[in-house]
């Protein structure tokens, strides 16, 4: 028997996704044109044994959380629960307080995946290393360039028994170029180290300073509290990939995680492809189109395109490498290159919304995609166009790499500008 926990956080964290998580919590923002947490869903629901996923995170359980958890167990068959933390406990903390949920049914392990990933999920591999070498903790890990090694957890392993002999959490210096992929495979053991976390924030609570700083007791930092801590004690080893991973912080990366995805349902799920027909829009590449969307024939569509529910693309439109959010409204003749195109927004005639690509460097097979915030310095970086929700944009303007938020309407070109 085997259980999963996808840890979604809550409002507090992926700022650098704003102005994305207004609408809609983090986890639920489609990526090639289902939530981001059901390609998780979807991963862990097809391993043989598979009896439960827990969503565990303090986001206020809503409508539209409400909605999927319904949608995902009636389509998977599988029991899904949100278990609402009653703070931000890190991601430890809500794993030991919600430890008997996890252990309940007497799971042989149990999968945990941070639900800002995005991965081919090699969770049957895993389960199979595991099963031949069990041990505490399984950590998924991938290889990073030496520069981009310093934004992640670093993993210094033994080449021959794969046991995780250092960790450091995004270290100020090189350590190592494996690099930790935010996907675990725990055994019931691996709660103890986090009952020792737990007893020992509880010892330290007694020196609180005298400002109230003390993050509580069930504050638990996986990475910093038990990884480094256990590293070299034989009860950490990690399984390599050389499958697509990537982090989904930024808008950039979202635009980049659905490219990943869409790439993939050529094996997973072509059903979600869209074909080009007689009669239908020309397209290019992979593209998914919402089955309610209405696409006028001359459009021209991908490569890496996705088009949510309800939405309408005007004749003679060209998109290209973005996504296109429920509700929106491309009218004639609208060129829409790399950018996110918020939810009921309408884009006028023979208007050009265009975004700068910042993928990683294709000459660097170990590159991996920059989630940098929208602004630097007090300015917006040269990344992602991104037009929020019931915004409308008149006909023949320019908008380059720019935001724009809700309840606008432009009348001019606007490059690299916040428009609020």
Known sequence: MLKAVILIGGPQKGTRFRPLSFEVPKPLFPVAGVPMIQHHVEACAQVPGMQEILLIGFYQPDESLTRFLEAAQQEFNLPIRYLQEFAPLGTGGGLYHFRDQILAGSPEAFFVLNADVCSDFPLSTMLDAHRCQPHPFLLLGTTANRTQSLNYGCIVE???????????????????????????????????????????????????????????????????????????????????????????????????????????????????????????????????????????????????????????????????????????????????????????????????????????????????????????????????????????????????????????ELSRSFTNQIIL
Not at 213 to 225: C, F, H, K, N, Y
Not at 378 to 394: Q, Y
Request: glycine share 10%; charged share 20%; hydrophobic share 35%.
């Open 158 to 408: 033994n080449p021959q028994t794969h046991e995780v002999l250092h960790y450091v959490e995004k270290p100020s210096t090189f350590v190592s170029d494996i690099i930790n992929c935010g996907i675990y495979l725990f055994s019931p053991e691996a709660l103890k180290p986090l009952r020792d976390v737990f007893q020992r924030n509880q010892q330290d609570r007694q020196l609180e300073d005298s400002l109230g700083l003390w993050p509580g007791a069930g504050t638990i930092r996986l990475e910093q509290d038990v990884f480094s801590a256990l590293a070299g004690q034989g009860q950490i080893y990690v399984h390599l990939t050389d499958g697509i991973w990537s982090q989904i912080k930024s808008a950039g990366s979202a635009l980049y995680a659905s490219r990943l995805y869409l790439g993939r349902y050529q094996f997973t799920h072509p059903e979600r492809l869209a074909k080009h027909t007689p009669g239908g829009p020309r397209i290019r590449g992979n593209v998914y189109i919402h089955p309610t969307a209405k696409v006028a024939p001359s459009a021209v569509l991908g490569p890496n395109v996705s088009i949510g529910e309800g939405v309408t693309v005007g004749e003679g439109v060209r998109l290209r490498e973005s996504i296109v959010l429920h509700g929106a409204t491309l009218q004639e003749h609208t060129c829409v290159l790399h950018s996110i195109v918020g939810w009921g927004s309408t884009v006028g005639r023979w208007a050009r919304v265009e975004g700068t690509p910042n993928d990683p460097n294709p000459n660097d097979p170990r590159a991996h995609m920059d989630s940098e915030s929208l602004f630097k310095d007090g300015k917006l970086l040269p990344a992602i166009t991104i037009l929020g929700c019931r915004v409308r944009i008149p006909a023949e303007v320019l908008i380059l790499n720019s935001i724009v938020l809700p309840h606008k």
